[in-house]
């Protein structure tokens, strides 16, 4: 692209959409010629897409460095599939004959599609767009790869606006299935049905959105990585904690903070600002870290430093600074000895909390309201412990062995020895403060007790006993035998030494402890839970369909599940009561539950459990 071009003055955009007639004449079949304007990483990697699928590809960039590296990139990676096999050599000629690099515009005067993917900067955006108007035909579909700035504005600035639509890939674009295909009221609707097309034809899944900032999947994530760096910054918990809590509590490909680095936290901020100025949501307001780490021109990976710090600027190596925590030095604190552990409760949680800790060599007992649950706790330990053996994640012995080391019992009182009490029961604050008043009164002096509370205070917990110095949070997350995550939530009264007990026992367990203060949600829910209530928003505004944001969530940020496939496993009852938890804690408008989740929990529809959430299952 030649910056120093003047770019012809356009004429008046239509107030409304136009009509069919006017409608650009469609996308290019395979064979036929796409520029790709902007050659930096996302560039090169929709040019690499294209050129593997059989279309001509017109490379623009001023800068020739920029455009030597995208033809090296195209090199290095048609030489990778050929070594594995996935194309021949013959195939990876002709992809490398059809990229073409020039540095000027003009090059795409033959093209049927132009994808801009400049800097994310509306007034280099707007040169682009409006230079192209005088060059490429007026059927020529013009795409904007913008994730944070107006589509509706650059395109009424435009001669024809009804040719000009967002095509928002995912880096990396060769690796990355989603593509959302952003539509403004002056789109024609030929030109969202074409480049629809053209990324099914490419092997992506297109999914139609509305012009916001952010659109459905950035939209939902930025909003998460701003809490996790206001999080950060405010010292809640450390870069490791955090990104280590949602990783391994949620199933994340990556944590929070490493991914601001990798996406550039520069990136990041100027989103969040386009994200911010349209809805003036708090939650989208730029964490003050944000700013300072731009400032400072620490913003990830590309410079070497961020978040974290990198063996050098472009590499993913990070490599330890002043803040890289150092090994546990528990016996600086000293431990106490834990031998026998007891349980509380005879539910899921607290069967699969038992059995962690009958597989680790404690002797457990696990107490319930009556012998009989009790016993039926133990049952459903034995037949998780017989599935492990069946997959040979565990041999009969020490299943045996494991189950050996439970014993039932139907109070509270057979826990008189015990050097551990976990409690496992309702997430109810009386219930827990009853039983913690039992504890204090049953256990011997020194035994630490645990709640495994996910959103309620546990030094509530704490005051209901005559010694809060030895009560802790242990978070273990379901199923707990298969969740390596335990947030340990230390209140203002816990003991040091109790603190480094419970971290010592996390290790001996095989669980992966991260610290946090005792506030409503801890790490994960507090970041976990307003995702999802703002994706229920999202549905409740008719901005996209339920699979629409499922599909960008998983196709677009690598995660397991959408956000309301994971509301249903969840219980939508569950999340509404921590939503409000969150709500009440931190007093943010923008933490208020969404109406829809309210009126579906108040109609019964909870989830899988009820055969209908979101949506409906076949009941079993």
Excluded: W
């Excluded at 107030?15 to 409608?23: I, L, N, Q, R, T």
């Excluded at 490791?240 to 520069?266: Q, S, Y």
């Excluded at 472009?314 to 031998?339: H, K, L, N, Q, Y």
């Excluded at 010694?467 to 203002?492: C, S, W, Y």
């Amino acid at each position: 692209m030649d910056r120093k071009s003047t770019p012809p003055s356009a004429p008046p955009a239509a107030a409304s959409a136009v009509p069919e007639s006017a409608a650009p004449a469609g996308v290019p079949a395979s064979g036929r010629t796409v520029a790709v304007v902007g050659l930096g990483t996302m560039g090169t990697g929709i040019a690499e897409v294209l050129a593997h699928a059989g279309h001509e590809v017109i490379g623009i960039d001023v800068s020739d460095a920029a455009a030597r590296q995208a033809v090296a990139a195209l090199e290095s990676s048609t030489a990778r599939a050929v070594r594995r096999e996935r194309i021949t050599e013959e195939e990876r000629r002709d992809a490398l004959a059809r990229f073409r690099t020039f540095p000027d515009l003009q090059a795409a005067a033959d093209a049927e599609l132009v994808i801009e993917v400049v800097p994310e900067d509306y007034d280099l955006k707007h040169l682009v767009i409006t230079a192209l108007d005088a060059i490429v035909s007026p059927e020529t579909i013009i795409a904007t790869g913008t994730n944070a700035l107006s589509v509706t504005r650059l395109a009424a600035e435009s001669a024809h606006p009804e040719r000009v639509l967002g095509l928002h890939f995912f880096n990396p674009a060769p690796a990355m299935k989603l593509v959302e295909v952003v539509s403004s009221v002056l789109t024609a609707p030929r030109a969202v049905e074409a480049v629809t097309a053209l990324a099914r034809e490419l092997g992506k899944e297109p999914v139609a959105v509305g012009d916001r900032p952010g659109f459905v999947a950035d939209g939902l994530l930025f909003g998460y990585l701003n809490q996790a760096a206001a999080m950060y910054e405010a010292k809640y918990a450390t870069r490791e904690d955090i990104d280590a809590a949602m990783k391994l509590g949620c199933g994340l490909p990556m944590g929070p903070l490493a991914l601001l680095d990798l996406i550039g936290v520069d990136t990041a901020r100027t989103v969040l600002e386009a994200m911010y100025a349209a809805s003036q949501d708090r939650l989208q307001a730029p964490a003050p870290i944000l700013k300072q780490l731009t400032e400072a021109g620490l913003t990830g990976r590309k410079t070497g430093r961020g978040f974290y710090t990198y063996e050098t600027a472009g590499s993913d190596a990070v490599v330890p600074d002043a803040e890289t925590p150092a090994a546990d030095d528990a016996g600086a604190a000293g431990i106490r000895t834990v031998r026998a552990v007891g349980v509380a409760g005879s539910g899921t949680m607290a069967s699969g909390i038992a059995e962690v800790f009958a597989k680790a060599g404690y002797d457990v007992v696990i107490a319930a309201r009556g012998l009989e649950k009790a016993e039926t706790a133990k049952a459903r330990i034995a037949k998780s412990l017989a599935r492990s053996v069946e997959k040979g994640r565990l041999t009969g012995e020490a299943r045996d062995a494991a189950l050996a080391r439970v014993t039932p019992a139907g109070t509270l009182d057979a826990f008189a020895d015990v050097d551990l009490a976990v409690e496992a029961v309702a997430e109810d604050l009386a219930v827990k403060q009853e039983l913690f008043a039992t504890l204090d009164k049953v256990c011997k002096p020194g035994a630490v007790l645990a709640t495994t509370t996910s959103s309620l205070p546990v030094v509530a917990c704490a005051r209901a006993t005559s010694r809060p110095q030895d009560v802790i949070g242990m978070h273990f997350f379901n199923p707990a035998p298969a969740m390596k995550l335990v947030e340990v939530v230390r209140t203002v009264l816990t003991a040091d030494d109790v603190h480094a007990t419970v971290r010592a026992v996390c290790a001996k367990i095989r669980k992966h402890p991260v610290d946090c203060a005792d506030r409503a949600g801890f790490i994960v829910n507090a970041l976990l839970f307003p995702y999802l209530n703002n994706a229920v928003k999202m549905v409740q505004e008719h901005y996209a369909t339920l699979d629409d944001i499922d599909a960008a969530m998983k196709l677009g940020g690598g995660y397991p599940m959408g956000p309301f496939e994971l509301l249903d496993v969840v219980g939508l009852d569950v999340s509404l009561a921590i939503e409000k938890v969150l709500f009440r804690e931190f007093r943010d408008p923008s933490l208020a539950p969404a109406p829809l989740l309210e009126h579906l929990v108040a109609a019964g529809c909870l989830g899988r459990k009820t055969g209908r959430g979101f949506r409906e299952y076949a009941r079993r």
